[in-house]
């Protein structure tokens, strides 16, 4: 086999790696919401059932089965959070990293690479870059934090229309590596399944629904992750259609 191949081979490992560290990230991600978004209505369920059992005659035995069934049915619900869901997101619950002091530029210039190659050639996307960094270093997981700056330039390329474009400004900003990847959302080009994709159909979907304050789209899960494990921040903008918006990664340049 050649050198080219070799390298080519090697290139398209990488990106299938990358993808599927998304979806895996993703798929945890929506398991967390599941467990939090079912634990509230569960617990009031089985408060209410406290307050059942002090209000309904005690000989009353058609309600005291109803009381029982309701019991029994929290504590299933319960039983298949803790051991289904929970147990299943473990995976990347916590995000052991790998630290040393890396250069920047170099992080930014593989995710760029990397970005070029999975989507933005194929969709004829225009990827202007601002970035001052030369020498400079953070404290941190270089490969980690490349694939979080890869998934955002990957959602906004997926999000923008074919030939459209992405800008990428990263610089420091008061001890911190700042990065915003600016787009403007085309849903139609989000769910046109004849268009290159680097992402699944279910993550572009979802994207385009709307989103509680304070909450990311699903496959930005990793980039979320990524930014909390080494004591950063991560935010998406609105996602409206048509509309301007950006991804913000901030990242400390030592460690905390």
Known sequence: MSTFS???AASDQRLAHLRAEVALFMRDHVL?????????PLNAIHSWAYVLERKLDAADASAQRALAGIRSGVEQ???LLEEAVDKTRAETKSLPLAREAFPIRAA????????RRALFDARGTTLTVVSSFDAERCDGDSERLAQ??????????????????????????AGFWRSEVAFTPDFAALANADLP??????ARTQAMLPR???????????????????????????M?????????????????
């Open 148 to 173: 979080a700056l890869w998934a955002m330039l990957i959602f906004a390329a997926e999000a923008s229309a074919p030939s459209g474009a992405v800008a990428l400004k990263t610089a420091l900003e």
């Open 108 to 115: 930014i210039d593989r995710a760029l690479d990397d970005a």
């Open 32 to 40: 967390s919401l599941v467990s939090h978004d079912l634990r509230s």
């Open 212 to 238: 509680e304050a304070g909450r990311i789209a699903w496959v930005l899960a990793i980039v979320q992750r990524v930014a909390a494990a080494h004591g950063g921040t991560f935010e998406q903008g609105p």
């Open 6 to 8: 070799n390298a080519a």
């Open 240 to 256: 409206l259609d048509g509309e301007a918006t950006a991804l913000v990664l901030r990242i400390p340049l030592s460690a905390l």
């Open 197 to 202: 994709h680097a992402l699944e159909p279910f």
């Open 77 to 79: 619900q319960v039983k």
